[in-house]
């Protein structure tokens, strides 16, 4: 636990106690997982909204009803949080979850049955840019410091959920053959389309082009922003003070390059570089 008790500790894991206990992570672990459900993992601030976004509308062939009228935490839950066990039985089948935990923290139950797993990638440069942000409006987190002393704690991977890199590769050592896709979140900004198309290949759900065209369109970043039930303009002021930075901030590629110095950029490309040693590991 953190002296600020706003972390936890969990498996050598920060998680903020604001939505974790205990109990809600002990509920995870012993989860029933459906062979029909689907995972959207991700690494904090790699896209995990969008993915709350999108899934339902592939899953029920483009019903933009659920998505317009039910708060994307209680539509796609999020493992772990105490709001999971409060909903996930209610939830239709197929359902869809999201989760930021690594693979061997899954429930012990999704080994063994066909779950599905998306895996969304992003550059971790943005990733840290949108988490240092993210740090900076919400009150349930450490403040993050200055740039420098938050991208110290990041490659240290003394913030919530652990090292980028650690999270990348257990997700990438493992035996789940044709139950995973991997995607990136640079895949999704570039072409849209072809991402709902590779997802509903995956999901099996045989979209039509009209319908890929109509989640595309609800799915782009400026419908997000303005939909009550995505951007988390429902959550309290004194959780989340969206004056201080939106939710939804920009949603593009590339906006490490306003926040980095090149010495800084050395850094940080040199120790991501040699802890992902030997992997395969790019963004268009």
Known sequence: MSSSGRYMLYHGLLLPT????????SYARDFSVQDTDVFAVTYPKSGTTW???ILPLVLNGGDLTPVLTIPNWDRVPWLGTIKMARVSEHLPSPRALVSHLPYHLLPRSF??????VIYVTRNPKD????????HKMASFL???????EFMDKFLAGEVMFGKWTEHLKSWRHHELGDR????TYEEMVQDLRGALRRLSSFLGSNLSEEVIERIAEHCCFKNMKTNCMSNHSLVPQDLMDLDKSPFLRKGVVGDWKNHFSPEQEARF???IDAEMEGEACSFP
């Open 18 to 25: 604001v939505v974790h206990t205990e109990q809600s992570l």
């Open 51 to 53: 993915m709350q976004e």
């Open 111 to 116: 080994h063994s049955s066909k779950a599905k």
């Open 127 to 134: 990733v840290m840019v949108s988490s240092f942000h993210f």
């Open 142 to 148: 450490d403040d993050p410091g200055t740039f420098q």
């Open 180 to 183: 995973i896709l991997y995607i």
């Open 269 to 271: 490309s040199a120790v």
